[in-house]
């Protein structure tokens, strides 16, 4: 359900309000047409009780928050950013639980960076510029950026604890995708399991992770009421 705040507000996806000065009479309750609405914003998903604004995706599509993948087209793109902003809202509710992780402002400003000198090279023009032309600001970017910085470190906090990386996970990983990844790189001689046990450990400790965490998601997701707004 919607809260209660943006009853009669939302219809179909969009996000309405009135002109000002065009509030119908008492006696005429019924919309006339010059009582017009105008389209604030249009809704992209509702996560549980939160909404996603399409103007945030569009935002985050236009400076190209996320990397692209070879070949995606602008569509695809546009429906993973949705997604992975539907995930950090799921995310989002299960932070405030807990006392909230701040980032160290270095660690934004690192972010930020990295991405403005990604954005400058790929589209052959300043950063600022492209920011912009996106309607959005650096403010707003770091803003992005601390989010996600700050939901990383709650998801690993979460998780990492119960992860169990056994003796037969290193030998096993070693045997198989540790020798394959060897072969590929034309390496004559395999280095001895006990040269990369702990090179080993974080690989496998990585990968355990990112399945605990693609779980975890998946779970949040059964949970939640989830509606996508089609364009």
Not at 25 to 31: D, I, L, Y
Not at 64 to 93: C, H, K, M, S
Not at 95 to 115: H, I, Q, T, W
Request: proline share 4%; no cysteine.
């Amino acid at each position: 359900m919607f809260r209660g705040s943006l009853v009669g507000l939302v219809f179909a996806g969009a996000i309405l309000v009135r002109t000002a000065g065009s509030a119908a009479p008492q006696a005429s309750p019924a919309a006339t047409p010059s009582d017009p609405a105008v389209l604030v914003d249009r809704i992209a998903a509702v996560v549980g009780d939160e909404i996603v604004l399409e103007s945030e995706i569009r935002k985050l599509v236009a400076v190209g928050f996320l990397e692209r993948i070879p070949g995606e087209t602008n569509a695809a793109y546009r429906d993973r950013v949705l997604d992975q902003r539907i995930v950090d809202v799921l995310r989002e509710r299960q932070l405030r639980r807990s006392s909230g992780f701040e980032p160290k402002p270095e660690e934004v400003e690192a972010r930020v960076a990295a991405l403005e000198e990604r954005l400058s090279q790929e589209r052959g023009i300043a950063a600022a510029a492209v920011l912009a032309a996106a309607g959005t600001t650096r403010e707003e970017l770091a803003a992005w950026v601390r989010r996600g910085l700050a939901l990383e470190i709650f998801v690993r906090e979460r998780l990492t604890p119960g992860l169990k990386v056994t003796e037969a996970d290193l030998r096993a990983y070693y045997d198989s995708a540790f020798r394959e990844a060897a072969k590929k790189r034309g390496l004559a001689d395999v280095p001895p399991f006990e040269d990369v046990r702990e090179e080993i450990r974080e690989v496998v400790r990585e990968l355990k992770l990112n399945a605990e965490i693609e779980r975890w998601t998946g779970q949040l997701r059964s949970e939640t009421r989830i509606l996508i707004y089609r364009r």
